[in-house]
């Protein structure tokens, strides 16, 4: 039977994440699809800042603004950023650059993907210890 999701839970919006970032991982390791796995790993990002958001208490605001994310969670004092705002300041232009025209796209740069991929799965870890699934 379906499980309804609560966009208040930081549980379900891990478990969106973790599903994305399985996606990302696996585009990355074929080459496949630069762009949309740069714009699908801002995506995780956003969903992580909001899980650890939410779990800090903060109520949720509709935002795809990664920048904005960053300064609450600075503005809570939270240990992730340090992790958080290099990932956040690399993808927010991708984040809608790399999914409409009318912007200049970049050549394919594999590594730094790469690298900013296993930067978000270590971050992906961190919020998981922290966060309890509900049920």
Request: net charge negative; aromatic share 6%; proline share 6%.
């Amino acid at each position: 039977m379906p499980r309804k999701t609560d966009s208040n839970n930081p549980a379900d919006w891990l478990a969106i994440a973790e599903a994305d970032m399985a996606a990302v991982r696996l585009l990355a390791d074929h080459q496949t699809s630069h762009t949309v796995c740069r714009s699908k790993l801002a995506e995780v990002i956003e969903k992580l800042m909001k899980a650890e958001l939410i779990r800090l208490g903060w109520r949720l605001i509709k935002t795809h603004n990664l920048v904005h994310l960053v300064n609450e969670l600075d503005a809570r004092g939270s240990d992730l950023i340090s992790v958080v705002r290099p990932l956040a300041g690399a993808l927010a232009e991708a984040y809608f650059s790399d999914r409409y025209p009318g912007f200049d796209l970049d050549d394919p740069d594999w590594p730094p993907l790469r690298q900013q991929i296993e930067e978000a799965g270590k971050l992906l870890d961190m919020v998981k210890m922290r966060v309890a699934p509900k049920s």
